[in-house]
């Protein structure tokens, strides 16, 4: 939500920014703007649109200075117009910002801001804080701790500041100085070479400088070419942490593929390979993890496993509780990250907590996370990127390790969440009754898995096609059972998500309890047809579609014999065990979203409306 960068040093600050705004633009793509200070004046050029757009508007522009900052934005207050577009400027000139965020009661400091003479162009809460800091500027003295007044002011405007925000300010007489602070809003400070960076996502950094350090809630950063010191709200000095990036530019590039999904669904089996690496017992029985902080006495007292997430997370998380369920018989529940944080949900004691974020960042579930924390409980979370909040706020956890995934639609780092979920079921069934030999057989399938991935992924043709032919409508319906019933949600969410065609998630059985009154020749169903009992089942459910002229698209487990014409289109999945089974079924719903926004033109890697990681409520 909301791309920020920040650049002081030697280097020209325009085509760095951009080039950071560009690696950014998945998380948010209203509109962006860049401004430098250059001549004693702030030089801002913003556009509603792509960061494309503001390259033409700042081609206009000689915005040649080396210190300054840029911002794409996702609309939370104020419509998409270039006036609402960050940065902005304080109406007495004296003060830049751009804001990731929502500042819950600008209205307030709206009205006391306007009683001292400031005045407003935009409908922004954004515009209210830059104002307010440029208020406390003119106004406070030099801070007695030392810090700079520009910190200061920051520092005291924050401390009327209700929401949440990642800022980063400039000050028209501070030339070559960043302030930047944040509060429920991911910041990262790269340090480079005689320059320093911010922004609020590594990938938008990492071609300057691999050192980083990760701000944390309630801290405020200054940044000069070669210096940086954080403070706290509170006015106290920060000892920073260093950290190294491990992945590299080339991580976040698209390659030779016609979009970040495409080359990420493609890109599965390795990612799988990279999620599962080292993560196996010796005797080959179980899996293993390192950073889960509890022991195995500690787990063996668990009576209920709850887990946490949002949109693509939390369908991981559902079969996930349908693994652990199955192969630890231990009971599991599942929310939504936002319903939980404020349902107040009665909680037994020795239940474990899980929350699952591929970005670590998103505002609902990291709120779910703290409620169950504040509770007394211990929290453990799934996730891909390294230093996110989420990570660092949890007792424990284990990462993706399936690198940058820009895409907005997420591909890989949801078969790697399946992955993982399916190694804690083996985990905590090998730690109750789940067989030696079991074990050894289910260890034996997960390695499998990147193998059964590659040879699913061959089936892209013959989906593409099928594509062409299923792009024309409007309504579909995606129907599954048991472990298969998440996955069919996520195609829904996936064909909604990216090719804007309407579709709905559910259980096969329960779709004549309502969904069957959709049902015509003009909507067609997906169905996930797996091998085992539950065929026969799933075959009436078809039945009932058929009958009513529904078009059918079957996506079916080698062996299993459909009736002749029952289906209109059939996709193989190889045969698979049963902790398999929802990773290999993924791969068709995603090739056939991914096609069906392409036949209809949609722009797959920036959907309409949507962000790669949600930081606002
Ligand atoms: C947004 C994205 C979804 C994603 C969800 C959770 O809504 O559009 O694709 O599944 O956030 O993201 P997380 O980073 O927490 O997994």
Redesign the pocket.
């Known amino acids: 939500m909301c791309g920020i960068v920040g650049y002081v040093g030697k280097q020209k600050a325009t085509p760095l920014i951009l080039e950071g705004l560009k690696r950014l633009e998945y998380r948010g793509y209203d509109s962006a703007g860049v401004v430098v200070l250059q001549g004693g004046k702030f030089d801002v050029a913003k556009k509603i649109g792509r960061v494309a757009n503001l390259e033409k508007e700042v081609a206009q522009h000689h915005l040649s200075g080396t210190y300054g900052m840029g911002h794409t934005r996702w609309a939370t207050h104020g419509g998409v117009t270039d006036a609402n577009a960050h940065p902005h400027v304080s109406s007495d000139g004296a003060i830049a910002l751009i804001h990731n965020g929502v500042i819950e009661n600008y209205a307030k400091i709206k009205k006391f801001l306007l009683t001292k003479g400031y005045s407003f162009k935009s409908e922004t809460d954004t515009e209210v804080l830059c104002n307010l800091i440029a208020y406390h500027y003119a106004k406070e003295p030099l801070a007695t701790n030392g810090d700079s007044r520009f910190v200061e002011s920051v520092r005291r405007t924050l401390r009327h500041a209700e929401g949440t925000y990642g800022i980063v300010v400039m000050a028209l007489d501070a030339p070559g100085e960043l302030v930047t602070a944040r509060k429920g809003s991911p910041l990262i400070l790269g340090l480079g070479d005689g320059e320093s960076l911010v922004a609020s996502d590594v990938s938008a950094i990492v071609s300057r400088t691999q050192s980083v350090v990760y701000l944390k809630d309630g801290e405020i950063a200054h940044l000069t070419p070669k210096n940086f010191s954080i403070t706290t709200l509170g006015s106290d000095a920060v000892e920073p942490v260093i950290d190294t990036v491990t992945w590299s530019i080339a991580d976040s590039e698209m390659g030779e593929h016609a979009h970040f999904m495409e080359k990420e669904i493609f890109e599965q089996p390795i990612a799988l390979e990279n999620a599962m690496r080292g993560r196996f017992s010796e005797d080959g029985s179980t899996a293993q993890f390192g950073g889960l902080n509890i022991s195995a006495g500690e787990f063996r007292t668990i009576e209920r496993f709850m887990f946490c997430?949002?949109?693509?997370?939390?369908h991981a998380c559902m079969v996930t509780e349908h693994l652990i369920e199955s192969f630890a018989r231990i009971p599991v529940e599942c929310d939504y990250a936002s319903e939980f944080r404020y349902r107040n949900a009665p909680l037994i004691p020795n239940t474990l907590f899980f929350v699952?974020?591929?970005?670590?960042?998103?505002i609902d579930?990291l709120a779910a996370m703290r409620e169950a924390k504040r509770k007394g409980f211990k929290v453990l979370a799934v996730n891909?990127v390294v230093g996110s909040t989420?990570a660092r706020e949890a007792d424990g956890g284990i990462y993706q390790h399936v690198g940058p995934e820009v895409g907005?639609?997420?591909t890989k780092?949801?078969t790697s969440q399946l992955l993982i979920g399916a190694m804690l079921a083996l985990y905590i069934g090998r730690m109750r009754d789940l067989s030696f030999g079991s074990g050894v057989r289910y260890v034996t399938a997960l390695k499998g898995a990147p193998d059964l991935v590659r040879k699913t992924l061959l089936q892209a043709p013959h989906i593409r096609e099928i594509a062409k032919r299923i792009a024309k409508y409007h309504d579909m319906l995606f129907l599954g059972r048991l472990s298969l019933f998440p996955i069919a949600l996520e195609g829904a969410?996936k064909m909604k998500?990216i090719s804007s065609l309407h579709a709905e998630g559910y259980p096969a059985a329960e779709m004549k309890h309502g969904p069957i009154a959709l049902i015509s020749d003009q909507c067609p169903s997906v169905f996930l047809v797996p091998s085992g009992e539950i065929v026969n089942k799933i075959i009436s459910s078809m039945q009932e579609i058929k009958s009513r002229k529904g078009p059918i698209i079957a996506i079916v487990s080698e062996g299993v014999e459909l009736p002749a014409g029952l289906a209109d289109e059939t996709i193989l999945i190889p045969e698979c065990h049963e902790a398999v089974l929802p990773i290999v079924a993924s791969i068709p719903v995603q090739l056939l979203s991914y096609y069906v926004a392409v036949e209809r033109k949609c722009d797959v890697d920036k959907p309409r409306n949507?962000?790669?990681?949600?930081t606002v409520e």
Request: proline letters at 0%; glycine letters at 8%; aromatic letters at 4%.
């Open positions: 997430a949002c949109g693509t997370a939390l699952m974020s591929q970005s670590g960042e998103t579930t891909n989420i907005v639609a997420s780092a949801f969410l998500e949507l962000a790669k990681s949600v």
